[in-house]
């Protein structure tokens, strides 16, 4: 584990940035320095769009696919260091620090190997009776310069699903990773320019609101804002942005549905790594269990009974499954939440306390509706419990929150599996899984206050860092 303070810096196109402005990034834990971040200003932030702009002769796809390949190959090499400075900044427990370095993995594997495919289309054009002897070619270009917005849940993965696309897309890019978790972003970037990634290809920025991620968004030489986050700081930017493309990956709401036919022993095991994995601080975590009112008594007692195995506490121990959630106010207001359903008539079966930033896995029996942890993204480890009585309630409750992100289905009966597909107003719905489930190349993305429906996952970003050319010519 790192002991001494990390010294790390905002990078304009490889340099550092050098100024007496000092992030602090502590512990959610215990509250110790993990380091300091020399931030940038509104100067920096011209200088780093001058000099993504100068980037030049574009990488060929071969050369694109080594800096990935490269990158990805740094990572595996120094994956306990940066498993340990996940888990030190973000207060997530090591072993989900440890995942998370794997699904990074994935992503610069996924996205090397795009680089490698082509993905042009070719349209025949004497098929119709109006047609002629030609062809319509589509090809990919890379924006002219991108910004990338990431939140602090995963203080890795969220940036490798930027950059790595944007690599991949030969689109230049500008990082501002969340401010609660800069180190991992920065040392993610260092690996990039030690593996040969072009300087002007990327900076990485930290920096006051106002003087740096407001001007990159509204900056007009930008070409794309690929941001992840909160729903309110989301269509503030989908507002301020003016004319570009803008990806916008933002909160959920997330059900399990457990049906009266589930096996309940992979119900209660769904709905508790749904609920309390990487601290319940997944958009796609489990935010509402919504259960078949026949089988409610049998799956809570067995559900209370799992939820007890979440041992909470120390971050950097490896038998820790929960460690905190991202700061104290965060933890505050979860357990202020739970207070709030309570007087709302809920019962708390389990946790319900904090100490600190530490949110004890808390299970919620009989919590109305119209309770705010049912409308609202509760961002953390808590697992509050609905019944419906059939089908068509399920899906009416399930689709009553302003979110559609994913969803988990529990259930053996096909028939109800597809009326879920067909009627739920989510981005994915997953059968006998955790709504969170998926590969870091499939499509990937919500609607509703969740999203616009354009998807991120390695295949579709590397095409939001493009634009379409097409050409024809005589056959
Ligand atoms: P957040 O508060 O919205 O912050 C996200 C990023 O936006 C941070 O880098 C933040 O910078 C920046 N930001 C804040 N105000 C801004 C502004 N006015 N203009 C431009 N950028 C601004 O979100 P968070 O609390 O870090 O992350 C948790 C949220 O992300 C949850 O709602 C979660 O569901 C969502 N999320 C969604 C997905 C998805 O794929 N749908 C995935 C992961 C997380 P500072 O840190 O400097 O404030």
């Keep these: ?99 998370e370095t794997g699904r990074a993995h994935d992503v610069l594997m996924f996205a090397a ?46 940036v490798a699903h930027k950059i790595a696309p944007a690599i991949a897309a030969g689109c230049p890019v500008i990082l501002k990773p969340s401010e609660k978790t800069p180190l991992t972003a920065i040392r993610l970037t260092e690996l990039l320019y030690e593996a040969g990634l072009p300087k002007n290809m990327l ?64 119900a209660v095991l769904l709905a508790a790594e749904g609920a309390f994995r990487n601290s319940g601080q997944r958009c796609t975590a489990v935010k509402r269990i919504l259960i078949h009112q026949k089988i409610k008594d049998a799956f809570v007692e067995k559900f209370v009974k799992k939820a007890g195995e979440y041992t909470c506490g120390d971050p950097a121990d490896p038998e820790t499954l929960v460690g905190t959630v991202i700061d104290e106010a965060a933890a505050i207001c979860l357990e202020n939440m739970v207070n709030k359903a309570v007087a709302q008539g809920a019962r708390v079966l389990l946790g319900g306390r904090r100490r600190g930033a530490l949110m004890e896995p808390t299970v919620i029996d009989d919590v109305p509706r119209h309770a705010d942890i049912v409308v609202h993204e509760a961002f953390g480890p808590l697992a509050p419990i609905l019944t419906f009585k059939d089908i068509d309630d399920a899906i009416a409750l399930s689709n009553s929150t302003a979110y559609g992100l994913s969803s988990g289905i ?44 354009i998807k991120e996952g390695v295949i579709e970003a590397i095409k939001c860092f493009t634009f379409v050319k097409t050409f024809s010519l005589p056959w």
């Design 410 to 453: 529990v259930t053996n009966n096909m028939d109800d599996a597809l009326r879920f597909v067909k009627e739920l107003k989510v981005g994915t719905v997953n059968i006998n899984e955790v709504p969170g489930y998926r590969i870091e190349s499939s499509p990937f993305g919500g609607i509703k206050d969740s999203g616009l429906g």
């Design 203 to 266: 900076s990485v920025l930290l920096g006051p609101t106002n003087e740096v991620a407001e001007p990159l968004v509204k900056d007009h030489r930008v070409d794309i804002v690929s941001f992840t986050g909160s729903v309110p700081v989301g269509k503030h930017i989908a507002a301020a942005a003016g004319y570009k493309k803008v990806i916008l990956e933002l909160g959920g709401n997330d059900p399990v549905i457990i049906m009266e036919d589930a096996d309940l022993d992979k």
């Design 113 to 158: 190997i795009e680089c490698l495919k082509d993905d042009g289309q070719i349209f025949s054009c004497d098929i119709s009776p109006a047609g002629k002897a030609r062809k319509i070619f589509t090809l990919r270009e890379p924006l002219n310069l991108g910004v990338a917005i990431t939140p602090f849940n995963h203080p890795l993965n969220q």
């Design 1 to 99: 584990m790192q002991t001494q303070p990390i010294r790390a810096t905002s990078y304009i196109a490889g340099e550092p940035v050098q100024n007496n402005r000092l992030l602090e990034v502590k512990s959610p834990y215990d509250g110790r320095l993990v380091g300091t971040v020399t931030t940038a200003g509104a100067a920096d932030v011209e200088k780093a769009i001058t000099r993504a702009l100068a980037t030049g002769t574009k990488l060929t796809r071969y050369e694109r696919y080594q800096i990935l390949e490269k990158t990805r190959q740094l990572l595996s090499e120094h994956r306990k260091e940066i498993a340990d400075l996940i888990s030190a900044e973000s207060g997530l427990a090591i072993r989900e620090a440890v995942y």
